[in-house]
C-alpha cells in the first residue's frame, strides 16, 4: 500500500512541475470588428505566418456573414471569440476599444509573453523577412514595444472580392506622412497595468516600452521608423469599403463625407511599394 501511495505522489509531483514550467504561448494578437468579414481570412492566416499562437477577435454590431469565416479557426482554436456589443460612437469608442483590451490582458496573464493589439486592417510584419514571434527575441529587456504605421489608400482598387489587400494594395503615403507617426503596441500582458488609449497601454512601474530600436518611448507617437517591425495599414481598404463603409463611419463621428476620404486617399495613393506582394520568410 506504501508503494502504491508513494507512486502516486511521484505521479501528482510530477503533473504539478510539468504544469508550472509548461512554456508559455509566443505571441497573440487581439483586435475588435465590425462588418469586415471579407478580410478576416486574409488577416488571420497572414498573422499566423507571422507566428501568432492565437488571436482574440472581439465582434462590435457585426451584420455581416462573419460566423462563416471565423468557423473553422474557433473550431481549431486559434482563434478566442467574443461579442463585444457596446457602443461604438465617437464619444465611447475609445473606452469600448480599451475595455475590450482589457478583457482580453486579463484572460491571456500567465499564458503568453507577449500580445499585439491592432486592427483588422492593420497587417503587421517584419520587413527583415522574419516572424514576428522570432524579431521580438531582440526585444527581451523590454516590456511593451511600439510600432509604427505605414499608411495605404486604396490604391485605385474598386472592389477586392476575396479581400487579398496585401497583393493587391500597393501605394502608400510617403514614410514622412504625418499618421505614420501613430504606433501600435505589443505588450508583455503581465506588465499592462491599464488603457487609456487603444494606442498604447498604461504600464507597472519601471516598465520599459521602445520603438523597435529599443529607444524608450511614450505616448502613441513615435518618429517613424519601420525598418525592423511595420504595421502596413490599409486604412480605407478598397473604393467600395471607402465610400459605402469607411464614409458612413467617419460621417456619423466626426462629419467627414466620401469627397474628404477621397481627397485623403490622394494622399495615400503616392508611392509605389508593393512590399508584401509574394512575401515571404527566411
Not at 507571422?50 to 462563416?68: A, E, F, R, W
Request: glycine share 4%; charged share 25%.
Amino acid at each position: 500500500m506504501n508503494f502504491i501511495v508513494s507512486f502516486v505522489l511521484i505521479l501528482s509531483m510530477c503533473a504539478f512541475t510539468y504544469a508550472k514550467e509548461k512554456p508559455k504561448d509566443k505571441l497573440y494578437v487581439c483586435a475588435i470588428f465590425n462588418n469586415e468579414a471579407r478580410f478576416l481570412n486574409e488577416w488571420i492566416e497572414f498573422h499566423i505566418q507571422q507566428g501568432v499562437d492565437k488571436i482574440y477577435l472581439y465582434n462590435n454590431h457585426s451584420t455581416d456573414d462573419y460566423p462563416k469565416v471565423l468557423y473553422k479557426y474557433i473550431r481549431s482554436g486559434i482563434v478566442h471569440f467574443r461579442q463585444w456589443p457596446y457602443k461604438n460612437d465617437s464619444a465611447n469608442w475609445t473606452k469600448t476599444q480599451c475595455d475590450c483590451y482589457m478583457d482580453c490582458i486579463k484572460k491571456v496573464k500567465g499564458k503568453v509573453e507577449w500580445v499585439a493589439f491592432i486592427d483588422t486592417d492593420e497587417f503587421l510584419f517584419s520587413p527583415l523577412h522574419k516572424r514576428v514571434c522570432d524579431v521580438l527575441d531582440w526585444y527581451a529587456d523590454a516590456d511593451a514595444v511600439g510600432v509604427n504605421w505605414v499608411m495605404y489608400g486604396t490604391s485605385n482598387v474598386e472592389y477586392l472580392g476575396d479581400g487579398r489587400m496585401t497583393q493587391n494594395m500597393t501605394y502608400r503615403a510617403p514614410l514622412e506622412y504625418e499618421a505614420n507617426k501613430h504606433i501600435k503596441t505589443i505588450v508583455r500582458p503581465d506588465r499592462v497595468q491599464g488603457c487609456e488609449n487603444p494606442h498604447y497601454f498604461l504600464m507597472k512601474n519601471n516598465s520599459k516600452v521602445v520603438n523597435e530600436n529599443n529607444e524608450n518611448i511614450s505616448g502613441c507617437f513615435s518618429k517613424h521608423s519601420s525598418e525592423i517591425l511595420r504595421i502596413n495599414h490599409y486604412w480605407l481598404r478598397d473604393k467600395h469599403f471607402m465610400i459605402n463603409e469607411k464614409a458612413r463611419r467617419r460621417g456619423a463621428w466626426y462629419e467627414e463625407t466620401v469627397k474628404s476620404l477621397m481627397v485623403a486617399d490622394l494622399q495615400l495613393n503616392q508611392v509605389y511599394d508593393p512590399i508584401l506582394k509574394g512575401f515571404v520568410f527566411d
